[in-house]
């Protein structure tokens, strides 16, 4: 695969609608939104986000999308940074077809290069290895464990989290 990002585009949102619906994925990422299925919800909070200066959101794509540029390629997932500088967190959401095949690696670490400032953070249901995998990959570093409530199985769920000090 040949990951990239840009900028995420109004097309771009029924694929992330749909990837964030499929049960196994929303299983695997636990900590979801209350009803992934709430379309006026999701409308709602992409359209926040996308309006937030403070976030750096990304369209992953397979292809010729060109890094930020105007390519067009298969979209892959999402990424992005939140949150205010002293708690800047990454999130990132793979399609479940690419899951094993070094996009999701591919994406945070171009995000990773895209986002200099450090520390920054990342969180996991502490039974997603894959995903606990990619970001030790990426250079973050295990430094709490905490246990909350995750919309995605409908139980407390533990998590773990992580940090990234460095350059990745």
């Not at 390629?73 to 690419?98: D, F, K, L, M």
């Not at 591919?106 to 502490?126: C, F, Y």
Request: with cysteine; aromatic share 8%.
């Amino acid at each position: 695969m040949e990951i990239s990002l840009r900028e995420v585009r109004d097309a771009d949102l029924p694929v992330f609608f749909a990837q964030m619906n499929d049960p196994e994925a929303i299983r695997m990422a636990a900590f979801t939104a209350q009803d992934p299925a709430d379309r006026v919800y999701f409308e709602a909070h992409w359209a926040r986000i996308r309006q937030d200066r403070a976030v750096v959101m990304r369209t992953v794509v397979d292809g010729d999308g060109g890094f930020d540029g105007g390519g067009d390629g298969e979209i892959v997932g999402h990424a992005s940074v939140y949150g205010p500088p002293e708690e800047r967190e990454v999130t990132y959401w793979i399609g479940r077809r690419y899951w094993g095949r070094g996009a999701a690696t591919a994406a945070l670490r171009a995000l990773l290069d895209l986002v200099p400032e450090r520390p920054l953070h990342a969180r996991a249901a502490a039974d997603n290895f894959g995903s606990l995998r990619i970001l030790e990959k990426c250079g973050f570093v295990v430094t709490g464990r905490e246990r909350g409530f995750a919309n995605g199985r409908g139980e407390a769920v533990d998590e773990v989290v992580l940090t990234l000090h460095g350059r990745g």
